[in-house]
């Protein structure tokens, strides 16, 4: 699955961002699409990720400012990230989990792929 990135910037505190990611390649199904972050100096952590029946899971630190979206058509997963704080500073990458079927029973093949990275800054 090729993964493209797109609107990350630089934006001041207080500020909005919509990053989107576009998935394309060969699968049956995409099962979760999500955002990971990592920031300088800093482990990557899981943001928001958001399952095919439309659930969705937030890193508590980004709860009630970020949402996460996804178009089952396009493929692409969105994260609008509202009241954003110079702690939010990081590389933002796309993740997504995806299957193949692989025969006539059904089994499926799964894979994981993830994005390029963008970078988020958040500063005055």
């Known amino acids: 699955v090729r993964l493209v990135e797109s609107g990350g910037g630089l934006v001041q505190p207080g500020g909005s961002l919509r990053l989107s990611c576009a998935a394309s390649g060969t699968f049956d199904s995409i099962d979760v699409m999500g955002w990971h972050r990592q920031g300088l100096g800093k482990e990557r952590e899981l943001v928001a990720r958001i399952f095919s029946d439309g659930s969705a899971q937030y890193a508590d630190s980004v709860t009630g400012r970020f949402t996460i979206s996804r178009d089952n058509v396009q493929n692409t997963v969105y994260l609008q990230m509202n009241r954003l704080k110079p702690e939010d500073m990081a590389v933002y990458y796309c993740?997504?989990?995806?299957?193949?079927?692989?025969?006539?029973?059904?089994?499926?093949?799964?894979?994981?792929?993830w994005g390029q990275g963008t970078v988020v800054t958040v500063s005055s």
């Open positions: 993740n997504v989990h995806s299957s193949v079927v692989v025969n006539e029973e059904g089994a499926r093949r799964y894979f994981e792929d």
